[in-house]
């Protein structure tokens, strides 16, 4: 079997990209990969007046800065944990499309990692689970997390973020 060169983890907050993320360090680190995280904040990359009356690009500067902080944590944890390339991306879009088709595509991804579910039940609900959607169009390996580093059940209240 040929080890992953290039390991996407999807980060939008939940506790579930929190242990995708762990397990994403310890195959990253197996493996010698790049780790690549990435938290896609949904919505509209070039916001303007025909969408909902928004004209200011900034709009999501206050959730970009909360993730670009998060994911400098977790960077330094997977530093620290002794992986040794790792690169960190937040981006404003469609996370669907985002972690399955430009991200993967530009970045030679060959495994990708999510959580079973993530923070949006009401869009889930509406246009379906992101991780359903990664599963069926991404160009590579997926692993869908549902447990922790040990592959043992997990207690959801017992998982945490970096502080920010």
Do not use: W
């Amino acid at each position: 079997m040929t080890d992953y060169q290039n390991i996407l983890v999807g980060i939008d907050g939940s506790k579930q990209s929190q242990l995708a993320f762990q397990k994403s360090v310890a195959i990253a680190k197996r493996d010698h990969a790049c780790l690549h995280l990435l938290s896609v904040v949904n919505g509209e990359p070039y916001p303007n007046a025909i969408t909902f009356g928004i004209s200011d690009k900034g709009i999501y500067d206050k959730v970009i800065d909360k993730m670009k902080a998060l994911l400098a944590k977790m960077k330094k944890q997977a530093e620290e944990a002794g992986v040794e390339k790792i690169v960190t991306s937040v981006m404003v879009g469609n996370a669907k499309v985002a972690l399955t088709e430009t991200y993967p595509v530009d970045h030679q991804i060959d495994l990708i990692l999510v959580g079973a579910t993530g923070l949006n039940t009401i869009g889930r609900m509406i246009i379906g689970s992101t991780t359903a959607y990664i599963v069926r169009q991404a160009p590579c390996d997926v692993i869908v997390v549902k447990t922790n580093a040990e592959n043992k059940p997990v207690d959801l209240k017992q998982v945490t973020y970096p502080e920010i």
